[in-house]
């Protein structure tokens, strides 16, 4: 429960040594980059735009020619490949790829220029695709496409719609133009959506028979051949033939960088790195032959760094106590409690006046989820899956991590839960033994009886028990306020005020609750009724504290009175939050239940080879979606009750989270050898 105190570092060296301390920068990713603003008859700022744009584009050529020979060399990838997380450079591995990155960015450029000439001949491809398709019902034809007919001859090279006959086109012509007697019509070849034909007239008649052609629908084909189209269409394929060739030569000259896509990869981190740095420059202040860099440093990481610069670059590193209110906010927490920096940073990072939540909140986040998940095999099966790929796989990407770790201690919580609850797969071991086995199952606690009780045979003990937990996690929220208070904001009175009178009205108001006789049936007990009287004086004392100094800040008595007036109405605010509690009630009966069904209906079909086959199908299936479905309700009720009910009693939040100037890459990163 840490917030690691922050140092502003400034960095002075000359201008030469500016690109090898911000690579050394970037490596070790200790230091958040500040925007300096310094220009003045000394400093100046260099716009870097220009060198960004152009790694930016180099970037993206090395991913555009990654894709291309992704289509053409699949890349083998396991199903867990998206937990190894990036692969880890040396230092002496990552200069001698830099050294190659001229070679690998000219190969990038091959790739792209063989894809570009695939799509040409693609694209040429079609246009003759189309021009072997128009000709195909042409190539009866044994003149051009183009021919007009002889010197005293016209021809009309066409197509009507539909199926014609040669008698209907002559016919139809003869109505229209009855003085024209020389019309041969030959047919090319018809079907049910067109006729092609050749018509043949005399040079005088040709105007007239064009216009009656016109109006009975004759129309010219859009394609038309310079040549015979039987001779055109051997062209055309000739010309298919070469695209092909073409295309595959193309092809073969993708596959053979299939070896090159990893150090296509560290080309694409490379220059996304270089594009980062000239980015950064943006921030720097530089002189003719110096630079200054400010930022942000953890104090941990602050004299390595300082030793480091000194030595290798002839720098001057200087340190000054940030300020809180400037300074971004990084977590340091124990293994336990580090998961649940996520779920904090999920909802906002702690001001430098209050204390980081995490470790009392990890405490209840693993509890709650436990309790609504509430099964030792759903636990088991999530707690060992968790464990597998965390040991598997070691250079899982942080944010990862940390979630792996966080559902790992999630599993084992619901597995505790759920051997409490007596709940292992519902009630699979009894049935298991009734069904197929015909005996009574082996009286194991935890897996066939519950260690304390079951709840749904006992809902009841299980909603107060609910409460209870309730209860506790919103005063201990009201604890944390205290001790922001004391120790962030010096204000002990405020404790009395704003946290101690709460404790005493909510307090006192459930001890007065516990000695009415309706809690015998709820709760199973109730309290002598001295304590009533106790619970009574302290929600009293509490009420008037309230009353009286919940509106301190105002100078009008009135106002001030108002104001406490409303803040007593908070009471209600409370005990919805309690009643919220229920939740827990109401997702591990959820999960146990349903359970519980699946295994009802994989034992419906007997102890035959077909029951057992179905049962473990059933089994298998039913307890995954289960698994799936009341583990996401058993995250997201859980965060609502850190957010909403607990958050909201004490948390301001607001914190900047601190940000380095780091590696932001996709493929590799670089170990820093300090």
Same mark, same amino acid.
């Given at each position: 429960?840490?917030?690691?105190?922050?140092?502003?570092?400034?960095?002075?060296?000359?201008?030469?040594?500016?690109?090898?301390?911000?690579?050394?920068?970037?490596?070790?990713?200790?230091?958040?980059?500040?925007?300096?603003?310094?220009?003045?008859?000394?400093?100046?700022?260099?716009?870097?735009?220009?060198?960004?744009?152009?790694?930016?584009?180099?970037?993206?050529?090395?991913?555009?020619?990654?894709?291309?020979?992704?289509?053409?060399?699949?890349?083998?990838?396991?199903?867990?490949?998206?937990?190894?997380?990036?692969?880890?450079?040396?230092?002496?591995?990552?200069?001698?790829?830099?050294?190659?990155?001229?070679?690998?960015?000219?190969?990038?450029?091959?790739?792209?220029?063989?894809?570009?000439?695939?799509?040409?001949?693609?694209?040429?491809?079609? &246009?003759?695709?189309?021009?072997?398709?128009?000709?195909?019902?042409?190539?009866?034809?044994?003149?051009?496409?183009?021919?007009?007919?002889?010197?005293?001859?016209?021809?009309?090279?066409?197509?009507?719609?539909?199926?014609? %006959? %040669?008698?209907?086109?002559?016919?139809?012509?003869?109505?229209?133009?009855?003085?024209?007697?020389?019309?041969?019509?030959?047919?090319?070849?018809?079907?049910?959506?067109?006729?092609?034909?050749?018509?043949?007239?005399?040079?005088?008649?040709?105007?007239?028979?064009?216009?009656?052609?016109?109006?009975?629908?004759?129309?010219?084909?859009?394609?038309?051949?310079?040549?015979?189209?039987?001779?055109?269409? &051997?062209?055309?394929?000739?010309?298919?033939?070469?695209?092909?060739?073409?295309?595959?030569?193309?092809?073969?000259?993708?596959?053979?960088?299939? &070896?090159?896509?990893?150090?296509?990869?560290?080309?694409?981190?490379?220059?996304?790195?270089?594009?980062?740095?000239?980015?950064?420059?943006?921030?720097?202040?530089?002189?003719?032959? %110096?630079?200054?860099?400010?930022?942000?440093?953890?104090?941990?990481?602050?004299?390595?760094?300082?030793?480091?610069?000194?030595?290798?670059?002839?720098?001057?590193?200087?340190?000054?106590?940030?300020?809180?209110?400037?300074?971004?906010?990084?977590?340091?927490?124990?293994?336990?409690?580090?998961?649940?920096?996520?779920?904090?940073?999920?909802?906002?990072?702690?001001?430098?006046?209050?204390?980081?939540?995490?470790?009392?909140?990890?405490?209840?986040?693993?509890?709650?989820?436990?309790?609504?998940?509430?099964?030792?095999?759903?636990?088991?099966?999530?707690?060992?899956?968790?464990?597998?790929?965390?040991?598997?796989?070691?250079?899982?990407?942080?944010?990862?991590?940390?979630?792996?770790?966080?559902?790992?201690?999630?599993?084992?919580?619901?597995?505790?839960?759920?051997?409490?609850?007596?709940?292992?797969?519902?009630?699979?071991?009894?049935?298991?033994?009734?069904?197929?086995?015909?005996?009574?199952?082996?009286?194991?606690?935890?897996?066939?009886?519950?260690?304390?009780?079951?709840?749904?045979?006992?809902?009841?003990?299980?909603?107060?028990?609910?409460?209870?937990?309730?209860?506790?996690?919103?005063?201990?929220?009201?604890?944390?306020?205290?001790?922001?208070?004391?120790?962030?904001?010096?204000?002990?009175?405020?404790?009395?005020?704003?946290?101690?009178?709460?404790?005493?009205?909510?307090?006192?108001?459930?001890?007065?609750?516990?000695?009415?006789?309706?809690?015998?049936?709820?709760?199973?007990?109730?309290?002598?009724?001295?304590?009533?009287?106790?619970?009574?004086?302290?929600?009293?004392?509490?009420?008037?504290?309230?009353?009286?100094?919940?509106?301190?800040?105002?100078?009008?008595?009135?106002?001030?009175?108002?104001?406490?007036?409303?803040?007593?109405?908070?009471?209600?605010?409370?005990?919805?939050?309690?009643?919220?509690?229920?939740?827990?009630?109401?997702?591990?009966?959820?999960?146990?239940?349903?359970?519980?069904?699946?295994?009802?209906?994989?034992?419906?079909?007997?102890?035959?080879?077909?029951?057992?086959?179905?049962?473990?199908?059933?089994?298998?299936?039913?307890?995954?979606?289960?698994?799936?479905?009341?583990?996401?309700?058993?995250?997201?009720?859980?965060?609502?009750?850190?957010?909403?009910?607990?958050?909201?009693?004490?948390?301001?939040?607001?914190?900047?989270?601190?940000?380095?100037?780091?590696?932001? %890459?996709?493929?590799?990163?670089?170990?820093?050898?300090?």
């Amino acid at each position: 429960m840490a917030m690691l105190k922050m140092q502003r570092v400034y960095v002075y060296a000359l201008l030469k040594y500016c690109k090898d301390i911000l690579e050394t920068l970037q490596r070790r990713g200790v230091v958040e980059i500040e925007n300096l603003n310094i220009e003045d008859s000394v400093f100046f700022k260099d716009d870097t735009s220009a060198y960004q744009a152009q790694y930016q584009r180099m970037a993206s050529n090395a991913i555009e020619a990654n894709e291309i020979l992704s289509r053409y060399a699949k890349r083998k990838k396991g199903l867990l490949s998206s937990f190894k997380g990036r692969k880890q450079l040396t230092r002496e591995e990552y200069d001698k790829l830099v050294d190659e990155t001229p070679d690998i960015l000219r190969i990038a450029y091959d790739i792209i220029s063989c894809q570009k000439n695939i799509d040409t001949n693609e694209a040429e491809k079609i &246009k003759y695709q189309q021009q072997l398709e128009i000709i195909q019902p042409w190539l009866s034809l044994d003149v051009p496409m183009n021919f007009t007919g002889t010197a005293t001859t016209r021809a009309f090279i066409g197509k009507f719609p539909g199926d014609k %006959t %040669t008698t209907e086109i002559v016919t139809e012509l003869a109505e229209i133009i009855p003085e024209v007697e020389d019309v041969e019509v030959e047919m090319i070849s018809h079907d049910s959506n067109q006729t092609c034909v050749f018509i043949l007239t005399s040079k005088k008649d040709a105007d007239a028979v064009s216009d009656a052609l016109r109006r009975i629908g004759f129309e010219y084909p859009s394609y038309i051949s310079p040549v015979i189209p039987k001779q055109r269409e &051997k062209e055309i394929n000739k010309h298919l033939s070469n695209r092909d060739g073409r295309i595959l030569e193309s092809e073969n000259v993708i596959k053979s960088y299939a &070896k090159y896509a990893e150090k296509l990869d560290f080309l694409e981190d490379y220059y996304v790195m270089k594009t980062e740095r000239y980015a950064a420059y943006d921030d720097i202040a530089t002189s003719r032959n %110096t630079f200054v860099l400010s930022g942000y440093i953890p104090e941990p990481d602050a004299q390595s760094l300082k030793e480091y610069l000194e030595t290798s670059f002839d720098a001057e590193v200087e340190f000054e106590e940030a300020t809180n209110d400037d300074a971004p906010v990084k977590l340091k927490n124990n293994k336990f409690a580090e998961p649940a920096e996520s779920v904090l940073a999920t909802y906002s990072y702690p001001d430098h006046h209050e204390a980081d939540p995490t470790s009392i909140m990890a405490i209840f986040y693993y509890i709650f989820f436990g309790m609504m998940f509430s099964d030792a095999g759903y636990g088991l099966v999530m707690a060992i899956a968790c464990a597998v790929c965390l040991l598997k796989f070691k250079g899982m990407e942080p944010g990862l991590k940390r979630s792996m770790k966080m559902f790992f201690w999630c599993g084992v919580s619901t597995t505790i839960w759920g051997l409490l609850f007596g709940s292992f797969f519902g009630d699979a071991v009894t049935v298991i033994s009734n069904t197929f086995f015909h005996t009574a199952p082996p009286n194991i606690p935890g897996l066939v009886t519950p260690i304390w009780f079951n709840p749904v045979d006992d809902p009841m003990q299980m909603l107060m028990f609910s409460f209870l937990l309730g209860i506790i996690h919103l005063f201990t929220g009201l604890a944390i306020l205290g001790y922001n208070y004391i120790k962030y904001q010096k204000d002990y009175l405020a404790v009395i005020y704003d946290v101690i009178s709460w404790y005493l009205l909510v307090g006192g108001g459930i001890l007065a609750l516990l000695t009415m006789d309706m809690m015998e049936n709820i709760a199973g007990f109730t309290l002598p009724p001295i304590f009533g009287t106790i619970g009574g004086i302290m929600a009293a004392v509490g009420a008037v504290i309230i009353l009286i100094f919940s509106g301190r800040e105002s100078k009008n008595p009135v106002i001030r009175l108002a104001k406490g007036a409303y803040g007593l109405y908070g009471t209600t605010g409370y005990l919805s939050d309690i009643l919220s509690y229920s939740r827990l009630l109401a997702l591990g009966l959820a999960t146990g239940v349903i359970a519980t069904v699946f295994n009802k209906i994989g034992s419906m079909m007997g102890d035959s080879v077909i029951g057992v086959i179905g049962f473990i199908l059933i089994f298998v299936i039913g307890h995954g979606v289960n698994i799936g479905i009341n583990a996401l309700g058993a995250y997201v009720h859980t965060n609502r009750l850190q957010f909403v009910e607990f958050f909201g009693k004490f948390y301001t939040g607001g914190g900047k989270e601190f940000k380095p100037f780091k590696i932001n %890459t996709k493929h590799y990163t670089v170990k820093e050898e300090n």
